[in-house]
């Protein structure tokens, strides 16, 4: 399932690609697309096991920029 989410507070560009290649890493995702100018999250994956995976990709998130936060709405 493709999902896009908004991020707030993602201010680098090169932290935003660190976290693109993060995430495609997790096991359950197909795509990730992290993008610093709309400052979007556009994913790819498996939907029987979403919740646990962006569970996964905020922690990811967090631990690349700290005041980053995804909008989980």
Do not use: F
């Not at 989410?5 to 495609?24: G, P, Q, V």
């Not at 992290?34 to 646990?52: F, G, H, N, T, W």
């Not at 631990?63 to 989980?72: Q, S």
């Amino acid at each position: 399932m493709k999902k896009i989410y908004m991020m707030e507070d993602l201010d680098c560009a090169n932290c935003a690609a660190k976290m693109e290649e993060a995430i495609s890493k997790i096991e359950g995702v197909a795509s990730a697309r992290v993008s610093y100018l709309a400052q979007k999250l556009i994913l790819e994956a498996d939907d029987a096991r979403l919740d646990e995976i962006m569970a996964e990709v905020v922690k990811t998130c967090r631990r690349i920029e700290p005041g980053c936060r995804i909008i989980l709405e």
